[in-house]
């Protein structure tokens, strides 16, 4: 089946300091990738959709600048929290669109940041 | 535009007892409608999904759910519960834009032995 992978897991930075994230669908191409942000106890939250090759679109609210995305190619996309702060503390789940048949969203495992 | 709703941030049955999980949905075109299960610290798992042909959808772990378009409805169900069912159920719905999901508030489900 799909699977889509996160690394890190787990990322412990200091206040200031930068952390990319990295998306990768394993065993499919996904032309298409969002990146999501979920407090605890609370649903997700959809940051940005991520497309191959071109300008990731950013959801009203979240800061582009700050939260950096690239999709370079068809397997990958990273997100990148610039001079993270505390706030910034929050598990971050990425997945993968397949353009074809079936049509699904496969999600990562999350990468749980906390900013120190 | 479209927006799903979640009836009851937490629901705690027995072992044993009927699961049952509560999903409205609201959208101007035929919906596709999903059912994800979410463990502690992991990433979310797709349970089933709608796409406009059975209206009553079997799931893994043997959970179902019935699309009723007069009710505006996809609520989940699974006949016994067991304690591994203990977890974060979210509803979704495919916005116009791409496969874009717009997700309802979640479900803690707990089960008492």
């Known amino acids: 089946g799909a699977v889509v992978s996160q690394h890190p897991s787990r990322v412990i930075c200091k206040s200031g300091t930068s952390v990319k994230i990295e998306c990768r669908s394993l065993?499919?191409?996904?032309?298409?990738m969002f990146w999501y942000r979920q407090f605890p106890k609370q649903s997700l939250m959809l940051m940005a959709t991520?497309?191959?090759?071109?300008?990731?679109?950013?959801e009203q609210g979240v800061e582009k600048d700050k939260f950096l995305i690239n999709h370079a190619s068809l397997t990958l996309s990273t997100l990148t929290v610039t001079s993270a702060h505390p706030e910034d503390s929050s598990f971050y789940i990425c997945?993968?669109?397949?353009?074809?048949?079936?049509?699904?969203?496969?999600f990562g495992p999350g990468t749980r940041l906390t900013v120190t | 535009a479209q927006s799903v709703t979640q009836l009851g941030s937490h629901v705690s049955v027995s072992e044993g007892a009927l699961v049952l999980l509560r999903c409205n949905y609201s959208?101007?075109?035929?919906?596709?409608l999903f059912w994800y299960v979410q463990y502690p610290n992991q990433g979310l798992q797709l349970l089933l999904k709608?796409?406009?042909?059975?209206?009553l959808v079997k799931g893994i772990n043997g959970f179902e759910a019935e699309f009723k378009k007069s009710e505006t409805s996809f609520h989940l169900t699974k006949p016994s519960a067991h304690m591994s069912d203990a977890a974060e159920y979210f509803c979704?719905?495919?916005?116009?834009?791409?496969?874009?999901?717009?997700f309802g508030q979640g479900t803690e489900l707990s089960v008492k032995p």
């Open positions: 979704a719905v495919r916005g116009n834009q791409g496969g874009k999901l717009i």
């Open positions: 997945s993968a669109y397949t353009s074809g048949v079936p049509y699904e969203q496969y």
């Open positions: 959208s101007s075109v035929p919906p596709y």
């Open positions: 065993d499919f191409q996904a032309t298409t």
């Open positions: 991520s497309n191959e090759g071109s300008k990731a679109t950013y």
């Open positions: 709608y796409t406009s042909a059975a209206t």
